[in-house]
C-alpha cells in the first residue's frame, strides 16, 4: 500500500497559471517535506513542515508556497509557473525523532 | 559546511558484474547519518539503508552491501551479481544537526546490461 501519495503523478500547466500539487501520507508522520528535482540533478529541498511550523529555505524562490491544512496533507502551489519550473517536485515525510525520509512517486511538471 | 560528493556520474556493467558505488562526505557534526537512495526511471526515491555516526559495521542486505568508514570519510555502496532491474540512479545523502535536512550527492546513473 502506497504511504506517501502524490496526486498527479503528471501535469501540465501554461507559463504563468498557477498550479497545485498534492501530497498525502498514510505514516501519521509529523514532517513533511517538499522537493525539486530538475532532470540529472539531486533533489533540491524547497521547504518543509515540522508539525504545523513552516520551515523555508533561504534560496527558495517567493512564487512557491506552501499549505498543510492537517497531518496527513501537503500542497505545492507554483503562483506563476515559469518554463524554469518545469522539474519533478517529491514530497518526502519523517517522523520526528528518526531520521529518515520517505518519499513519494512524484510529480513531473511540465510548463508550456 | 555538509557535502556529498559521488564522483562517479555513470558506471555501465554486464549482468552479473559486481559493482560499487563510491560516497564520501563531509561534515563537522558529532551525531550524522547516512543514506542511500535507489532512484528508478519511474522517478521515485526508495530507500535503501540508513547508518548512524556511531554504528561502522557493514552491512549486508542479499545482494547489497555498504562498507561505513569514518577514517576515510566514506559510505561505498556495492552490488554483487548485478540484474538489469538493478538500473537506477543511485543517490548518497547526509543528514547532521539541521532538523532533518538531506544533503545529496549529485547521484551515480548505474546501467546493467544483459
Known amino acids: 500500500d502506497a504511504m506517501v501519495i502524490q496526486n498527479p503523478r503528471y501535469q501540465v500547466t501554461q507559463f504563468g497559471k498557477p498550479v497545485t500539487l498534492s501530497c498525502s501520507q498514510t505514516?501519521?508522520?509529523?514532517?513533511m517535506y517538499w522537493y525539486q528535482q530538475k532532470s540529472s540533478q539531486a533533489p533540491k529541498l524547497l521547504f518543509h513542515?515540522?508539525?504545523?511550523?513552516?520551515?523555508n529555505e533561504a534560496d527558495t524562490p517567493d512564487n512557491f508556497q506552501s499549505r498543510r491544512p492537517n497531518t496527513s496533507f501537503c500542497f505545492l502551489d507554483i503562483r506563476s509557473p515559469g518554463l524554469g519550473d518545469a522539474a519533478m517536485y517529491l514530497c518526502?515525510?519523517?517522523?520526528?525523532?528518526?531520521?529518515?525520509?520517505?518519499f513519494g512517486p512524484g510529480t513531473r511538471l511540465l510548463v508550456l | 559546511a555538509q557535502k556529498v560528493t559521488q564522483a562517479q556520474t555513470e558506471i555501465s556493467v554486464v549482468e552479473k558484474e559486481d559493482v560499487t558505488l563510491d560516497c564520501v562526505y563531509e561534515t563537522r557534526d558529532t551525531t550524522y547519518y547516512l543514506f542511500w537512495y535507489k532512484q528508478p526511471p519511474s522517478g521515485e526515491l526508495v530507500f535503501l539503508i540508513r547508518r548512524n555516526s556511531f554504528d561502522e559495521q557493514n552491512e549486508i542486505s542479499g545482494r547489497y552491501s555498504w562498507n561505513f568508514q569514518k577514517s576515510t570519510s566514506s559510505f561505498n555502496f556495492t552490488i554483487t551479481a548485478s540484474q538489469v532491474v538493478d538500473s537506477a540512479v543511485y543517490f548518497c545523502?547526509?543528514?547532521?544537526?539541521?532538523?532533518?535536512?538531506?544533503?545529496f550527492g549529485q547521484g551515480t546513473e548505474l546501467s546493467v546490461k544483459p
Open positions: 505514516l501519521n508522520h509529523n514532517v
Open positions: 518526502a515525510t519523517r517522523l520526528g525523532g528518526l531520521e529518515t525520509q520517505y
Open positions: 513542515y515540522y508539525d504545523k511550523d513552516f520551515n
Open positions: 545523502a547526509l543528514s547532521g544537526n539541521q532538523g532533518g535536512k538531506l544533503i
